[in-house]
Each structure stands twice: as C-alpha cells, then as structure tokens.
C-alpha cells in the first residue's frame, strides 16, 4: 500500500490553499530508475515539484524546499484544491496528448517567463523527462513482454500500440527535443566546477545526455575520462557502441 503525508501550500498572491502529498519513502515496495535520473516509486515520482502554478490565479511560485513555512502539515480552515488540479500544472500525463502538453507547459514557460540558471536546470530537466515520457517504456513493445508476464495480449497489444504512437510523436518533436537538452547540457557545463561537490554526477548526467543526443563521440570522450565502472555505465557505454540514443531502464 502506498502512505503519503499530506501538506498544504497557500498561493503568495490570491491566499488560496493546495493540498499535496509526499510519499514516505520507507514504505515504498518498488523503485524503477531510468536513464535520465527519473525515478518512480510505486509509480509516483517522488521529486517535489519545485514549480508551483496556482490553479485559481496562475502565479506562479518557486518552493526548494517541501518544509515549514513554506507548506504547512496543519489543514486549513477554507476550502483547498486537490493535488490533481496543480501537480504537473493539471496535466494528466498517462496519454500520449497528456505527455505533450506538459512538454508544451515547460515550453511556453521558459519563452514567456523570468527565471535563473538553476530554476532554468530544473525546467529544461523536466521537460526533457516529459520528452522522454513518451518512449520511456519502448522496452515494453518486444514480444517477450507478452510472453514472459502474465498480461493478456489484449492488453499487451493495446500498451504497445500506444507507445509506438509515443515514438512517432516523439520523432516529429525531435529536434525540439535535441534543442533543450543541448541547452541543458551548456548549463550544466558552466553550472559546476571540479571544486563542487555535484561535479561528478553532473559529469555522468552529461555522459547520458550526450548519448541520448547522438552525440557519441563526446559521450564516449567523456566516458574514457571516468574511473567509475558501474552497471549503469557499461550499460551506456554498449549503448554508445550500438549508437542507441533512447532512455532506457535502469533498474526495476
Ligand atoms: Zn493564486
């Protein structure tokens, strides 16, 4: 079973509240890790939302830490929007058309707003999550997906005819998608120095994003330069040889 603990956010501008919830970590039965560092557990993303969109009056707030006094624990006494009317902007990311609009979210915010460098991060990191929503599960479309679980091919067809739809979409919006993740990449660059602590794992993150913009020869460049040997990295470095460019599973 999945526990949450609930909190409540008010909106800086019109007072009004929003409920969320957080999901306690310890109870989680399954993690899945994908390539590009998105996690679900049980299903849920567990990341905070770090864009808060207000559903009654559309400000928009910046909250980096889930912790009083930004939220609080206690309820409040007026009346509250569910967490399915903000969270990812009232987005319902299950189909194909909901994958794009949240891409198209973090597209028309990063042209109409201000924002920093790292609020920048954390939105091109996004938006490249919600691109890859759309192929993320390509592994699922094998035969021995059917095969090897225990799924009626009803149901394993229809999975399939959706995230093949998913490729095509992805592939029209590909050099869209090719353009923030090169962005992302020059941010991170000029983002950390080897005095910071994040250097090293920002080092793997731009390993990854330079395979999954086909751009191998840096990937494998950077791949020479590293000591560490992990599963993960193996497994990007077959991906860099067979020139694979999508996310893939990691674990789970
Ligand atoms: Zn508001």
């Not at 919600?130 to 390509?138: E, P, S, T």
């Amino acid at each position: 079973m999945i526990k949450f603990e609930t909190f409540y956010y008010q909106c800086p501008r019109c007072k009004c509240w929003m409920e969320g919830h957080i999901l306690i970590s310890s109870m989680v039965n399954q993690s899945i890790l994908y390539s590009d560092g998105k996690i679900l557990n049980d299903g849920y993303i567990t990341e905070h939302q770090k864009m808060i969109v207000c559903p009654a009056c559309n400000h928009w707030s910046w909250v980096e830490k889930y912790e009083e006094p930004h939220i609080t624990k206690k309820k409040p006494a007026d009346n509250f929007y569910t967490w399915n009317s903000w969270r990812f902007y009232g987005v319902h990311f299950g189909s194909n058309e909901g994958r794009m609009a949240l891409v198209n979210h973090y597209k028309n915010f990063l042209a109409k707003s201000d924002y920093n460098r790292d609020q920048e991060i954390y939105f091109r990191r996004m938006m490249w999550w919600a691109y890859n929503d759309l192929v993320r599960n390509k592994y699922q479309i094998n035969i021995e997906r059917y095969t090897s679980k225990e799924m009626s091919f009803k149901v394993w067809y229809r999975n399939r005819k959706k995230i093949l739809q998913g490729i095509d979409l992805f592939l029209v919006h590909h050099d869209e998608y090719i353009e923030n993740l090169s962005r992302l990449v020059d941010l991170l660059k000029s983002r950390y120095t080897p005095d910071d602590e994040e250097f090293e794992s920002t080092n793997l993150d731009i390993i990854e994003m330079y395979r999954q913009l086909g751009d191998f020869n840096s990937a494998k460049k950077l791949l020479n330069g590293t000591s560490r040997r992990t599963y993960f990295i193996s497994t990007i470095e077959e991906k860099v040889e067979e020139k694979d460019d999508f996310v893939f599973l990691v674990t789970g």
